[in-house]
């Protein structure tokens, strides 16, 4: 393909975007807390994990603009600091799911056959069990370290990419595009990761949008269990979980974190939806 | 009626009932004035009381359960041959009066008569005789077998009278035979009593009876309008499970609750408002346990004296209690209570002084490093410290000591591990460096499964691995003799001891705090607590809310 | 028809199969074993406990007639016992705490039919309207707010403040005494908040859908020639377009089980709802293998009954498939 179609593509994709405007405004939710999370130390001078007993439950002031937590540190330390710790959650999780779902899809859709009817078997089995009590399971085996949790919400969480770039393999590998590239000589792997992949991308990318916001939202549900990310390391689930004990007493202790989450949440799946639109008019809203 | 046995305090004292750590100095908090409650009328039988409960109940037999719900729960149900009265002395429950041979070696315990099982059949010495069967009988599960093995032969020469004896005197005796008696004739076909029907559907002796269990939701109990000691006041007895902490405090300012622990935050802050007032009495008094800072002995930086002795001085413990109790308990300089007898107030202390643990630290050979944090023979001094999940008071003590042994130069990971697997695991496979947890403090200062050097086996109490021959001679001593002053020297002794070797560093004994509905009277905060007089307890017959069930 | 129930019916057999070697590996992919898990638990694990555990796990066999008698135990709901004290058999706690899970997720799925189908249509019709946005931002906030939060907000508010509902459990304490009119409506008042915010949470999943599908039948010819025919708009979206969105819908009802099941955990914690949610917490608390597995299967497997209704509903409606 040519440069310059590339950039007009790019360039209809992303004034298509912009034209819609709940996907601008929950892009523009998503860019705040990624610089938030990118320069913590710019946001807030204060250690996170500082404690100061004789600071308990400060409510908001010019020196802790969020107030202060339980054990006197400062919350928009801790917010800012926990934006990174949430955020990697969510893209770490992602990745791993859409590494697994790409293969799997990849791989069911081009061979096709028996791999494709035992991959696909073993999607639908998966899809069965109750994704949240699987998460639970596998924490109670292992430990729930930030790690951890990260690779079990990725391993959970594959499934519908796959399907998704299954349907997609089926049909761009019947393209002309693709034959033409056989003709040539390529082998299946160039085929696949040359021809197949990139042309795949675009539902992949909404779908991951739309993971990132789901698994931000599983840590939070861990952290309330208290089975999340653990304490003193600041996510916004165990500051919700923490705050949630004060939740008449000290307001800023929950509502900054759960209106973290509850921005962040939102804004990556307007903007999710506004990236299905603008890639394809045809799907809009799917 | 309740009683606080040797276990480790985990996620089940967590379960709202603190009341159930018995303790002294009651205070009575809120209830300004009396006077306002004019229509305060004499007792009354009626209402009922609902108390919230983190966890649910596992079973009613207390020999086989080891949470706090479950033995709390049980307490309604059934009685021992003696028990705790509220200054804490033993006094005679099922047991009318007992005797104690000169020689210490022989109880003849004298019961009660008339005194039925719920089911209507009567109460006698072959109840308490099953009850130690079963209590030595390999096939119950139960961690309480062993203050009955040391009882060498059991006698019933009559229906009320009942004698155990023992090869050489043992001081825990006689409050040993505060466990539950358990009914003979309903229990006789069961080999292993854990999984009789008596432990979902309890028949006891006590002064409430079963009524339903419904598991993860409540359990109720209605009065036992027979009960040898008086009919009790209060109708029934509902524990309902809620096992978030957040809500429960909700219910309970909603109504949906009377009776709950309240963190040290609830205490001071959220509850210092004039509408919890005007609905809540709060009780405060100290509670019958202990956090501590544990290390593994064996561990090559902590088998050092002055090592540990160094981290007892780099620990803020007034910060601890300031942050994390808001004030409310007392620091811990030993396993034993302040206030009690066996409490030596006058042990060593380290008072909080970060130069002297550095300088404590260089003489032990721990030099900083380039990145401050201290070396030796090219091994930092950095270790992790475990803890259990879901105790909040815990985490923040380990965020505090955190940061005081930073300031030392030392680098401390924290891990918290939900309760099973912290146990089973980490604790009993002794794979920890150091951890924070907490002991029961029980009535009888008997330690020797905690202290003695002999009980470090998976399954034993001292998983830190203590072991001073001297305070193996002194426990021993400790527990075959039944004169306090001696008993006294022993127990002092042996505080001296631990005080200087911190082979666990003493954190803090926390304050048990409690809110009652104000329609309750008849609290008296005495030093076991308040719940010791339960059955006291009365709503006047105007201020009676739930009327409706019968 | 009959016959393609019998056929979806006879998929699910290598469905299970499948779900049952899943959970097989999961609970060998356990750190020392199952017994050792159940020995280091019970401080007090006697030989024999030791020994019929074995015999129930069967370790002494190789690992395919081990995994035989799994799924052959599977299939008649034997779970083994409970490790906690209780000791109960794990079928007979779940079937104890399933009643309720599901009638909470039942009223939640009702709940989200009948307000999200309505969204999505609306929001189609009117695309890029303000009550799309709106509506559209709303139910997204359903799912992006974490429950626990949102569940103890509503509790302050409509528990503590107002004063109008209770804040947990199933029943108040009066509810034996009360008639049967009140013991519904007592019922009922429990309920309202935790089904409210179980359905909150699922419409942004439905709207949406219904609205992509109602966007794409719109823009059908049979479509085009209805309103070309000069019918009325009502008449064109209700009578043609709606029951034609309405049938994808179906299935996806079937597939939201799992994520409503999953998120019963949370609710029923936060609410004090004594259901299979909870009962899962408590057991991978406690490290309850069995029972762990047990509702793992029954999860599964309650899955699996939803897609076959979904479909069977689905086919029942749409004479395409029938005839397939």
Redesign the interface.
Known sequence: MAKGREHSILLDFLRRLVRN??AVAGGAVVLFFFVLSAFPHVFSRHDP???D??K??QPPSADHPLGTD???RDVLARMVHGARISLKVGFVAVGIATAIGLLVGLVSGFYGGWIDAVLM??V???????????I??????L??SIYNIMLVIGVTGWMGVSRLVRAETLSLKERDFVAAARAQGAGNARIIFRHILPNALAPVLVSATLGV?GAI?TE??LS????GV???TPSW?NI???G??????AWWL?VYP?LA??????GY??LG?GIRDAVDPR???? | MRRALLLLVGFAVLAGDIGLLAGCAGEKKGGAGKGAAGASGPPAYGDALVDGSIGDVSGFVSAVTSDQPSHAAAGFVFNGLVRYDKNLQLEGELAESWEVSKDGKKITFHLRENVKWHDGAPFSSGDVLFTYRKMIDPRTPTAYAEDFKQVSRVLAPDPYTFIAEYDKPFAPALASWGMHILPKHLLEEYPDISKSPLNKKPVGTGPYRFLEWKTGEKVVFEENPDYFEGRPYISRVVIRVIPDPATMFLELKSGGIDYMGLTPLQFTRQTETPEFKNSFNKYRYLSFGYTYLGFRLSHPFFSDKRVRQAIAHAVNKKEIIDGVLFGLGHEATGPYKPGTWAYNPNVKKFAYDPAKAKAILGEAGWKPGRDGILAKDGRKFAFTVLTNAGNESRAKTAAIIQQNLAAVGIKMEIRTVEWAAFINEFVKKRKFDALILGWTIPQDPDLFDIWNSAKTGPDELNHIGYANAEVDRLLEKGRRTFDMEQRKKAYFRIQEILADEQPIVFLYVPDALQAIHKRFHGIEPAPAGIDYNFIKWYVPKGEQKYTTFR | MLRYIVRRVLLMVPMLVGISLISFLVINMAPGGPIGIAADLNPKATAEYRERLKAYYGLDQPLHVRYGRWLGRMITLDFGDSFSPDGRQVSEKIKERIPVTLAINLLSMALIFFIAIPIGIYSAVRKDSWFDRISTVAVFTGFAVPTFWLALLLMILFGVKLGWLPISGLVSLEHASLGAAGKIWDRARHLILPVLLAGFGGLAGFSRYMRSNMLEVIRQDYIATAKAKGLPERKVVFRHAMRNALLPVITILGLSVPDLLGGSVIFETIFAIPGMGQLFYQGVMSRDYPLIMGILVIGAFLTLIGNLLADVGYALADPRIRTE
């Open positions: 405007r709940l994990n500082r404690i007993v004789l308990v439950l339980e054990l006197g078997r073993f639908d089995i998966m899809l069965c069990f109750p994704t949240f009590f699987l639970l399971a596998v924490i109670a085996f430990e729930p916001a939202l939070s549900a309330f269990l208290g089975i653990q304490p003193p689930g919700l979980t923490a949630k004990d004060n939740i008449e007493f929950s759960g989450i509850l921005f962040t949440v939102l799946n307007l939806e799907l809009r809203g799917r």
